[in-house]
């Protein structure tokens, strides 16, 4: 049964710099898909960056050239590097675990809050 525990949340001013980390296990961490979702209050959860198991990236465009997804296979780990923060990027984010084999949703982490301040 996959496991995925996020962490590195917080909250921080406008202009600077977090690091999440999601560290998976119990399942095929290289053949599963990862990514980075968020829910701001009252919003729908969107997409924010995924990476596949080739290291194949996708970002939605409002965070394009700020964040950077990427995966450590030996540590079966996803990161995701987020600079020049701003305060429409608060929200609770959702590391995502798709294993590519199957036709399933994936599992979810339970969310990491981050707030950034004006």
């Known amino acids: 049964q996959v496991q995925l525990v996020e962490s590195g949340g917080g909250l921080v001013q406008a202009g600077e710099s977090l690091r999440l980390s999601c560290a998976h296990s119990g399942g095929s961490f290289g053949f599963t898909v990862m990514g980075w979702y968020r829910q701001a209050a009252g919003k729908e959860r969107d997409m924010v960056a995924i990476i596949t198991p080739g290291s194949s990236t996708q970002y939605a465009e409002s965070v394009k050239g700020r964040f950077t997804i990427s995966r450590d296979n030996s540590k079966s780990t996803v990161y995701l590097q987020m600079n020049s923060l701003k305060p429409e990027d608060t929200a609770v984010y959702y590391c995502?675990?798709?294993?590519?084999?199957?036709?399933?949703?994936?599992?979810w982490g339970q969310g990491t809050q981050v707030t950034v301040s004006s």
């Open positions: 995502n675990a798709r294993d590519m084999r199957y036709a399933t949703p994936g599992v």
